[in-house]
């Protein structure tokens, strides 16, 4: 049989022979694919619909046969799959793995609140954080004990829908829903127009005196009209109150839901009975006004969380590889070799092999000058090609790459909730209890004394207090300062950022790659020994070979192709060491490579900072120079001003940091020191002192580790990066001072958020329980507390 007959009787799915007669199929990867059974039809046909095809490009054996099961549990045990996860799941650390979860349903802190509560609970779960600004979920679990289907099924059956985030996906759910809102809110706003004016007719009697037959008949109109209102454009409300009850507890739509239905009920009683007042005006208005507030709410904060969605946008779906073919970019795989023309955008993180070009990569670092990149030079994914022709090879997984890692950090620090965020979720689930019952006080209170007036003094109340801009203070505020860094080159790595930078009193700057630009050039070789300085140089470039910082890039044009040292240790922050031939070879400072020599350096050899020695007598000796970073004078000059007090730490010989600091104006220097020693010199600053350590190097990370706030160079090295808490993806040094203006612009909006949304709520309360706000007005009110509250935030996004 040939592969083609085979192909034609056997079941794509799942391997098993295809009876005879059988008519079904699932169009998979652009062709008719035949299947055994409607079970394997309708599994095919969710895998297909669900943007899962990619299953059938990378397994290595066919799916067991499928039941007929739900369809919706069925899509999600897709999500099991080793194959599937790899385009979305990351492995952390500790071997645990972690996804961007795309949230469809929420709508309040209590909302994300709910869903942690939930998944918590779950053996196995790690973390979840739940982001009300963005719709996604950060989830972190231990694949041994759970699988990612049941925890999606713990959501689905809370009443959300999660699916792993995918940029795309997520901006067609949001069109989606914004459409079902218009819908909603058309229904609401017509109704409310002819509610209104036959309440017009009802209250003020334009028409003279009513007879009561008359009357009924308007009432009755008002409820034809006042129901599909209630029924369909208020669902969002009532589905949103049930979720929060099912779990026992409070959101704000609880209190909003009770008062439409209490309304209703009332005025449906008073229209069939024919005696009391009807509120269907009130009712109409309430959900229109709502449902308003909640669409320009949810634009707002799109607008806010859209920049990071958008960076993964930047990377282009197909790719062309070196023999022509085009495939899906993301089915790349480290050692792929990739073309991209000009103008295209880079599909995956790699190296150069072949050509020149510019790069653009604004996206990345804020930086609008294109940067030339040469073979050798890496390159970044959603970064754009200039004017050259360019072979790269792929050095990174998809989920690895800058791009997905500045999405992923990006997500965390906008989950990442300051302690005056925690405070306002808390306060507004136990002010929706408190309105509750100071509305039912209320109602008790007016039916005593004037029971006509009750119900809508208590709908006032239920609806004028609802802490919705509360809930909106903070999470809308940090998502749009999050994303500003973004654009600055910034990245953050730690939630605590925003508020720490703005108690900053001291700046501590390492030399070398920070305050210099790191591109260190050898400039004078002096010889002690009858080794020639070709040959000197050669020594300290194998040697150098096995060293990852700037100074070691400085020898690397003298290289040789032979192998001359092995097992070199490298003691960080000092030098290297090795023996070859029973001979000790040592490059670094002067008190490292001769740790014998009885004499201080002599005066005339002080500017030399390298020395190499072989069994601690010296071989030679070399001047290095390290350009002064342009904008270094101007960090400096800035955070005096702002009386931040600046020293320069670092483990260069006090003679060349003397050098850099006179320069740059620097009145404190702390030289010559190891990675230990910069740590003890933070343990010995006053208490008071709020440090920002900024650093490049390898011998900087337990420093930048140990710092209240760090930043890491972009050009730096890895491990410096993953122990800072901000990395700086341009090396451009006054984006520093202007992370903190917006930190300080945070924490102000912030302030000013919860000042309006308490002030508010502290003053309608009154006047909704003394009866002096008519319950129209308790709803124009609420929704544009809540529409001042993100618009104020939206300012940090200019």
């Known amino acids: 049989m040939t592969k083609e007959n085979y192909a034609n009787h056997y079941c794509y799915h799942c391997g098993e022979l295809v009876p005879s007669g059988s008519t079904f199929s699932v169009e998979i990867l652009g062709q008719a694919r035949p299947m055994c059974c409607p079970g394997c039809e309708a599994v095919a046909t969710t895998i297909v619909q669900s ?36 385009d979305f799941v990351r492995t952390t650390d500790k071997n645990h793995n972690e996804v961007s979860l795309s949230v469809e349903g929420v709508s309040c802190a209590a909302c994300a609140w709910l869903i942690e509560k939930q998944l918590v609970r779950e053996a196995g779960v790690i973390s979840i954080r739940v982001n009300t600004t963005t719709h996604r979920a950060l989830l972190v679990w231990d694949p041994e004990q759970v699988q990612l289907s049941h925890l999606l099924s713990v959501i689905h059956k809370i009443g959300y829908k999660a699916s792993p985030f995918e940029a795309d996906a997520q901006e067609q759910q949001y069109h989606n829903t914004m459409k079902q809102y218009l819908y909603k809110l058309g229904i609401a706003g017509i109704a409310t127009m002819q509610v209104m004016m036959l309440a017009i007719a009802l209250y003020f009697e334009v028409f003279g005196d009513l ?9 009755w109109v008002s409820l034809i009209f006042a129901t599909p209102v209630l029924l369909y454009s208020a669902l969002p409300f009532y589905i949103n109150a049930w979720r929060n009850l099912k779990a026992f507890t409070l959101g704000m739509d609880v209190p909003v839901s009770i008062a439409l239905l209490f309304a209703y009920a009332a005025s449906l009683y008073a229209t069939v009975m024919e005696k009391g007042e009807v509120f269907f005006e009130s009712i109409s208005m309430f959900t229109f006004f709502l449902l308003l507030g909640r669409f320009l709410e949810m634009r707002a904060r799109r607008q806010a969380a859209a920049a990071s969605a958008n960076l993964l946008k930047l990377v282009p779906s197909m790719a062309t590889l070196s023999n022509g073919e085009q495939i899906a970019a993301k089915t790349l795989k480290i050692g792929d070799v990739v073309t991209v023309l000009p103008g295209e955008h880079f599909p995956a993180d790699g190296e150069i092999q072949k050509g020149l070009t510019t790069v653009n990569e604004s996206m990345l670092t804020g930086e609008s000058v294109p940067v030339e990149r040469a073979k050798g030079d890496t390159v970044y994914a959603g970064t754009i090609n200039g004017d050259g022709n360019i072979t790269m090879i792929v050095t990174v997984n998809r989920n690895d790459s800058l791009i997905s890692n500045i999405v992923r950090l990006q997500d965390e620090a906008q989950l990442s909730k300051p302690k005056v965020a925690e405070l306002a979720d808390n306060v507004a689930r136990y002010f929706v209890a408190a309105i509750l019952i100071i509305a039912a006080v209320t109602w008790y209170y007016w039916h005593q004394h004037q029971p006509e007036d009750a119900l809508w003094i208590t709908l006032a109340v239920l609806v004028a207090t609802c802490p919705c801009a509360l809930s909106l203070a903070t999470p809308t505020v940090i998502t749009c300062s999050t994303s500003t860094l973004g654009k600055l080159g910034i990245l953050l790595r730690r939630g605590h950022v925003l508020e720490t930078l703005c108690k900053v009193n001291r700046l501590v700057l390492d030399k070398t790659g920070t305050l210099t630009e790191g591109n260190v050039r050898l400039i004078e070789t002096k010889l002690f020994s009858d080794m020639s300085e070709q040959q000197a140089l050669m020594y300290a470039a194998e040697l150098e070979r096995f060293a990852n910082h700037p100074i070691a890039q400085a020898f690397s044009a003298y290289r040789c192709s032979e192998v001359l040292f092995d097992n070199v240790e490298n003691v960080i922050g000092c030098g290297l060491k090795t023996d070859r031939d029973g001979n000790e070879w040592r490059i670094g400072k002067y008190d490292f490579a001769l740790s014998s020599e009885k004499d201080v350096i002599h005066s005339d050899n002080k500017h030399y900072s390298v020395w190499l020695s072989c069994n601690d007598k010296p071989v030679a000796a070399f001047k290095l120079d390290d350009p002064i970073r342009q904008e270094s004078l101007e960090l400096v000059e800035q955070c005096q001003q702002q009386g931040i007090q600046v020293t320069m730490l670092t483990g260069d010989n006090s003679v060349h940091a003397e050098t850099v600091a006179n320069r740059l104006h620097i009145n404190e220097v702390v030289a010559n020191q190891s990675p230990q020693g910069k740590l003890n010199y933070l343990s010995s600053l006053p208490s008071s002192d709020v440090v920002l350590m900024v650093g490049d190097g390898v011998n900087d990370a337990p420093v930048l580790a140990g710092a209240h706030l760090s930043v890491a160079m972009g050009g730096g090295t890895d491990i410096a990066k993953s122990s800072a808490d901000m990395v700086l993806l341009g090396d451009k ?17 912030i302030r000013e958020n919860l000042s309006w949304a308490l002030g508010y709520n502290l003053i309608i309360l009154p006047l909704a329980v003394s009866g002096l706000v008519a319950p129209y007005i308790a709803v124009v009110g609420m929704s544009a507390s809540s529409i001042i509250v993100v618009s104020n935030s939206l300012r940090l996004l200019k």
């Open 733 to 749: 040094l006054e984006r520093i001072l202007e992370a903190r203006k917006l930190a300080i612009k945070t924490r102000k909006i």
């Open 51 to 86: 943007g899962l095809t990619s299953y059938y490009e990378y397994r290595t054996e066919p799916a067991e046969k499928a039941d007929l099961v739900p369809e919706q549990l069925q899509s999600l045990s897709l999500y099991d799959h080793a194959d599937i996860q790899q």
């Open 211 to 219: 007879d009561h037959e008359f009357r009924n008949y308007l009432r």
